[in-house]
């Protein structure tokens, strides 16, 4: 663990940040970089961001191409079955379990990233219930999502590109520490037990208004997957949620991460900055991936058939 310590700190140290705003710093940064590819030329945008069943094929022109596009057509064609997305949800299991291991025992990993938040950043810090509250709404999201990834499957041969797979796998490893990031001034300063979890308190404004919100948006993810399930083949959604939204799911899943940065938030503050932070690369991420949605629609069923539906926030976007 030496080593990885070690690696903690020639990072940090490199770019002049501590733990938690490297977090927020990895969040925007691939915010900002996927929010830029998304405003690619056309020929660009085609090849590396749409996957699924809104990827378009690159290749099988009869005229030869320039070789700038064969390069482009090979870096584009390192891709990876679309099923992987299983992937990101058992990362995002394994995750919470290990964390949960680590903030139990005050683990080396634990160690290695809590003392190395700067002063300014442990002054106000969520409480131990607020950390193993969001510690279970998270294990929670990510279990039901594997559970969906595994009932929910159909056999398909859509690919993604593979830096889609791996930024989606950062952001799971990312998102699992910024859940408790942020409360690392109690957890150092209090050796947590078994007696932390129980509820010897009456629930907060906060807490009685956030937990039925994750409840209801997981239960409405959840409906829509079912429903997309359900159809015998890629069709426009009729399901009520979908009559006004183009992505309900990604509404779901936006609404799941606001409510969790609200959740999380230290004392003093409204919300968790670095799980906004999170919330960013999701509504960005699924956005650009909705407005691709949106076209596959228009090109399959006609400009009218998405003209009243929202991309993903209703009266926003």
């Given at each position: 663990?030496?080593?990885?310590?070690?690696?903690?700190?020639?990072?940090?140290?490199?770019?002049?940040?501590?733990?938690?705003?490297?977090?927020?710093?990895?969040?925007?940064?691939?915010?900002?970089?996927?929010?830029?590819?998304?405003?690619?030329?056309?020929?660009?945008?085609?090849?590396?961001?749409?996957?699924?069943?809104?990827?378009?094929?690159?290749?099988?022109?009869?005229?030869?191409?320039?070789?700038?596009?064969?390069?482009?057509?090979?870096?584009?064609?390192?891709?990876?079955?679309?099923?992987?997305?299983?992937?990101?949800?058992?990362?995002?299991?394994?995750?919470?379990?290990?964390?949960?291991?680590?903030?139990?025992?005050?683990?080396?990993?634990?160690?290695?990233?809590?003392?190395?938040?700067?002063?300014?950043?442990?002054?106000?810090?969520?409480?131990?219930?607020?950390?193993?509250?969001?510690?279970?709404?998270?294990?929670?999201?990510?279990?039901?999502?594997?559970?969906?990834?595994?009932?929910?499957?159909?056999?398909?041969?859509?690919?993604?590109?593979?830096?889609?797979?791996?930024?989606?796998?950062?952001?799971?490893?990312?998102?699992?520490?910024?859940?408790?990031?942020?409360?690392?001034g109690a957890l150092l300063s209090h050796k947590l037990e078994l007696d932390d979890v129980k509820i010897t308190i009456a629930p907060s404004l906060r807490t009685f208004v956030c937990i039925p919100i994750f409840l209801i948006a997981s239960g409405i993810q959840h409906d829509c997957h079912h429903f997309l399930f359900s159809l015998k083949k890629y069709t426009l959604p009729t399901h009520p949620v979908f009559r006004r939204v183009v992505c309900p799911h990604y509404t779901a899943e936006c609404v799941i991460y606001l409510s969790l940065a609200f959740l999380a938030a230290p004392q003093g503050e409204?919300?968790?900055?670095?799980?906004?932070?999170?919330?960013?690369?999701?509504?960005?991420?699924?956005?650009?991936?909705?407005?691709?949605?949106?076209?596959?629609?228009?090109?399959?069923?006609?400009?009218?058939?998405?003209?009243?539906?929202?991309?993903?926030?209703?009266?926003?976007?």
């Amino acid at each position: 663990m030496e080593l990885f310590a070690s690696w903690v700190d020639t990072t940090l140290s490199s770019m002049h940040m501590d733990a938690v705003d490297t977090l927020r710093a990895f969040f925007l940064l691939a915010s900002c970089t996927i929010l830029s590819a998304s405003l690619l030329p056309t020929s660009l945008h085609s090849r590396f961001i749409p996957y699924g069943a809104r990827a378009t094929s690159t290749t099988g022109s009869e005229s030869p191409s320039p070789p700038t596009a064969r390069a482009l057509d090979s870096v584009a064609s390192l891709r990876v079955p679309h099923s992987y997305f299983t992937h990101f949800y058992i990362v995002s299991v394994l995750a919470s379990i290990f964390w949960a291991a680590q903030l139990l025992c005050h683990g080396a990993v634990f160690q290695a990233l809590a003392t190395r938040i700067s002063p300014e950043n442990l002054q106000k810090s969520m409480s131990v219930h607020q950390v193993f509250l969001c510690w279970v709404f998270m294990l929670i999201q990510g279990a039901r999502r594997l559970y969906e990834c595994n009932i929910f499957f159909k056999p398909s041969s859509s690919r993604m590109w593979f830096v889609h797979w791996v930024v989606g796998l950062a952001f799971y490893l990312a998102v699992s520490v910024a859940l408790w990031i942020e409360g690392a001034g109690a957890l150092l300063s209090h050796k947590l037990e078994l007696d932390d979890v129980k509820i010897t308190i009456a629930p907060s404004l906060r807490t009685f208004v956030c937990i039925p919100i994750f409840l209801i948006a997981s239960g409405i993810q959840h409906d829509c997957h079912h429903f997309l399930f359900s159809l015998k083949k890629y069709t426009l959604p009729t399901h009520p949620v979908f009559r006004r939204v183009v992505c309900p799911h990604y509404t779901a899943e936006c609404v799941i991460y606001l409510s969790l940065a609200f959740l999380a938030a230290p004392q003093g503050e409204i919300l968790n900055k670095t799980m906004l932070s999170a919330l960013v690369f999701v509504v960005v991420n699924l956005g650009v991936t909705a407005a691709n949605t949106r076209q596959w629609y228009m090109q399959q069923f006609g400009e009218e058939s998405v003209r009243e539906r929202w991309n993903m926030i209703p009266w926003v976007y």
